[in-house]
């Protein structure tokens, strides 16, 4: 190929390096939009033309999607050559071709020949900055992509906004889910809104102020906890910041006492709360519009954080980094932010008809988790170190059989400390500090670098490489592909490792550790917005993934109270099969002898089904294809998982497909309409959207995960509404059985498809006997089926590890 040489190019460093680079010229188009991208690579520079690789193939898909030709406009690139390796010379990785410095004299001199006189030559309506590269040589802007994507932003130098940065396509291969963010960002507009702002109002305009949709958003000092300031508006680019003392509390009080409905970020978890403490409340009957919530059901694979949101539904620049320079136009912007946001997400909550699900289902779910998260569950603190003991004591047996170069060592160093009063430096001046000598451990198998070197360069293992990043990796699944490849002990090792370090790290901190655990009860922060079929998540710390180990540090309030625990039985598996019309299966489920493992490990294996033993390979080789069969797995996913050899998962799945046949085509039926249509919508009116290159497994996945998570919290709302003030005839809505938990019994937590309560003893049976009536009670949804829940149940004192299986002896009818 003959060699594209530019004039230009001319005292460029890396021109100098590498004289055999090929120039890239820009894509030219009719429109005033120009897109500029990163830099060229193997086809582009093959073709003459950038954007033309498989970046570029995405690339014209989004914006297709986005109602974008690209015949129309103008595409180019930051440098107008392959670097070596594809590598970005500013790039850490480049240093192995070219110099940090020279690195940046190339974009520099890139942009000083090529791009600005291309940037100069119309005048421009739109620019497309595609990617962190583009942002940050076009705007000058180094806080990262994720920050500004979506802002619509002015050139260096300039201050009309005409940029508009959006996620590069390598990335959006890598994680599909900010497909619909990026085509957001392509269809909005670059011009930013008028901000009509009040940040000093005056009595006499708070007196003027009425609305019957009250849009708002408090401060609070992060020491004290205290509100600081109400930001509030009726309107789109208006906002008044309302300090909160004095007067303006009383006029607070009376705006949010006449408002009608309330909208805010998170109010339901935070903002309500707090304004209530302070004696500011709303109307009992007032309709609560949580937008948090609300783009939860909309966009569920999306972050939901407030600037996130604003960047798909409006046009405001990114304002969040500025709480720390002018608190008063921070709030105005969040108002105002949530304003424009609720005038769009309210349409689409109708026009897909989720108004319902978030109105009679969520919101009294946000105020369950809310009530759950304020009661917590009880530590004991002897247990916690008993098992923290054990753990850690298990932790050192481990790290003495690692090889010498992974194993911990005390290293001498000098440690700075604060000098006794009158100490005097070599100068004979005062000083403030000196350097002991003093002794730091070092644990080189927690390093991953350290881990890298040891897998691939002493070992000469094959290189893993990250699913999404495509960069090498040592993580979790790393190890577990390498160890069952080699079957390496140093291997198994690290893994056993890592999982007690998180073990330890996670659940078993001492009161030294953590706050919570000093005052003797965990506090975790349930999340109704947490996962993209519904399902609700948990942090600090949290409790969803709690390994079973870690349960026995948990124990009731009292020391008369039991913990009791009711878990949904095969809730998945058997929504899998209701959907898929297989009466057989649910036959066979409907036995509450049955066991959906053994009957298929007998199958399997040809062992009688009453002779299958729990404990055997057999037995937990056919639980696996159960779980890997109905969670859609493939047979190398199958493979992978669960340690199983190649050929053996794919004969177990299809023996699995052979026996679940209607399940089988149900299942593929399911995974072809989320590939088709790109929505699914469960019997409970729950949407989710599909991007992914998975959607076939995905969309699999989302019935029964989604309709198992709605089933558990109805139950909930069954069990819960009185204690969260909510109506019952509201209540009825969602579950028509209501089963309001006796006095003093609480709900703890919500792990999965289980609920744990503790309660007196005296009221176990009560108790249990509410519990199932609201879990197994027949859902309209589904044509009245039901699903029965399977129960444990502790002795006074016993921990949440420590439940034993509970029997109703009869009392449990609906």
Request: charge should be neutral; hydrophobic fraction near 35%; include cysteine.
């Amino acid at each position: 190929m003959k060699v594209r040489e530019c004039s230009g190019c001319q005292g460029c460093p890396l021109a100098r390096l590498f004289p055999e680079r090929n120039y890239i010229h820009p894509k030219t188009g009719p429109s005033l939009r120009l897109a500029v991208a990163e830099a060229g690579g193997a086809e582009e520079e093959l073709l003459d033309e950038p954007l033309v690789g498989s970046c570029g193939k995405t690339m014209n898909s989004l914006w297709r999607k986005g109602g974008v030709s690209r015949d129309e406009i103008t595409i180019t690139n930051t440098i107008c050559c392959r670097p070596p390796d594809n590598i970005y010379p500013t790039d850490p990785a480049a240093r192995r071709y070219i110099s940090e410095e020279e690195g940046r004299e190339t974009v520099s001199h890139c942009y000083a020949k090529y791009l600005k006189p291309l940037l100069e030559s119309r005048q421009w309506e739109r620019i497309d900055a595609i990617g962190e590269k583009a942002l940050r040589v076009l705007t000058g802007k180094t806080e990262g992509i994720f920050k500004w994507r979506g802002s619509p932003l002015p050139l260096i130098g300039q201050t009309k906004p005409v940029v508009m940065p959006m996620l590069h396509p390598s990335y959006l291969q890598r994680d599909q889910s900010m497909i619909p963010a990026t085509i957001s960002d392509i269809q909005k507009g670059v011009t930013v809104p008028p901000q009509d702002y009040n940040l000093q109002p005056t009595v006499e305009e708070l007196e003027n102020f009425h609305a019957k949709t009250l849009i708002f958003d408090i401060e609070t000092n992060r020491f004290s906890n205290q509100i600081t300031m109400v930001g509030i508006t009726d309107s789109p680019y208006r906002a008044i910041v309302v300090p909160f003392r004095g007067i303006y509390i009383s006029q607070l009080r009376r705006i949010f006492e006449e408002a009608e409905e309330v909208v805010g970020q998170n109010i339901i978890g935070f903002d309500l709360d707090h304004l209530a403490e302070a004696g500011i409340k709303v109307k009992s009957d007032a309709q609560i519009w949580d937008i948090m919530l609300m783009h939860h059901l909309v966009q569920p694979d999306s972050p939901h954080d407030l600037e996130f949101i604003a960047s798909i539904f409006t046009q405001m620049v990114a304002w969040k980094h500025l709480n720390v320079v002018d608190m008063a136009y921070y709030n105005a912007c969040d108002v105002d932010a949530t304003c424009q946001i609720y005038e769009q997400l309210r349409p689409l909550m109708e026009f897909f008809r989720l108004t319902d699900l978030y109105k009679y289902c969520q919101v009294p779910l946000a105020k369950i988790c809310k009530k759950m998260q304020e009661t917590g569950i009880k530590v004991d603190a002897s247990r916690l170190g008993r098992v923290r003991e054990k753990f850690i004591a298990e932790l050192k047996e481990l790290e003495a059989t690692l090889p010498p170069e992974l194993q911990p060592y005390d290293k001498p160093i000098r440690k700075r400390e604060r000098a006794p009063e009158g100490t005097l430096g070599k100068s004979g001046k005062p000083i403030k500090f000196i350097h002991v000598p003093s002794i730091e451990g070092v644990v080189p198998w927690q390093s991953p670098k350290v881990i890298e070197r040891y897998l691939y360069e002493t070992l000469h293992l094959p290189k893993q490489l990250h699913r999404k990043t495509k960069h090498l990796t040592t993580d979790k699944t790393a190890l577990e592909r390498l160890y069952r490849q080699t079957g390496n002990k140093t291997i198994d090792t690290l893994r056993k490792l890592r999982s007690l370090e998180e073990l330890i790290g996670t659940f078993l901190q001492d009161g030294d550790e953590s706050e919570q655990v000093a005052a003797g009860r965990i506090h975790t922060n349930f999340l109704v917005h947490g996962t993209n079929t519904g399902r609700l998540a948990s942090s600090g710390p949290n409790l969803q993934n709690i390994p079973t180990k870690a349960r026995y540090i948990y124990v009731p309030s009292h020391t008369d109270w039991c913990y009791i625990e009711a878990d949904f039985s095969s809730l998945e598996n058997r929504l899998a099969a209701w959907y898929a019309n297989d009466d057989e299966r649910l036959s066979r489920l409907a036995n509450p002898d049955f066991n959906e493992h053994k009957w298929l490990c007998s199958k399997i294996y040809n062992i009688p089904e009453g002779e299958v033993d729990k404990s055997s390979w057999q037995y937990k080789r056919a639980k696996n294809t159960n779980h890997g069969a109905d969670g859609a797995m493939g047979w190398k996913k199958l493979s992978d998982t669960y340690d199983i050899p190649a050929k053996e998962a794919k004969d177990l799945l299809v023996l699995w497909r052979t026996i679940n046949c209607k399940s089988a085509d149900w299942q593929e039926a399911a995974g072809n309409a989320a590939a088709r249509e790109g929505v699914l919508t469960n019997v409970f009116g729950r949407k989710r959207w599909f991007w992914s290159h998975s959607a076939y497994t995905e969309g699999i996945r989302f019935f029964p995960q989604s309709t198992g998570a709605d089933i558990c919290f109805r139950a909930m709302i069954a069990l819960y509404y009185e204690r969260v003030g909510w109506p019952e005839e509201l209540a009825r809505k969602v579950a028509p059985i209501l089963a309001p938990l006796p006095h003093p019994a609480r709900l703890v937590l919500q792990v999965h498809d289980s609920l744990l309560v503790e309660c007196p003893l005296a009221l176990v049976d009560e108790v249990a006997l509410c519990m199932n009536k609201a879990m197994s009670q027949p859902w309209p949804e589904l044509a009245g089926y039901s699903i029965p829940a399977a129960f444990k149940v502790g002795a006074p004192g016993d921990s949440w590890g420590e439940l034993k299986d509970y029997n109703f002896g009869g009392k449990n009818e609906n």
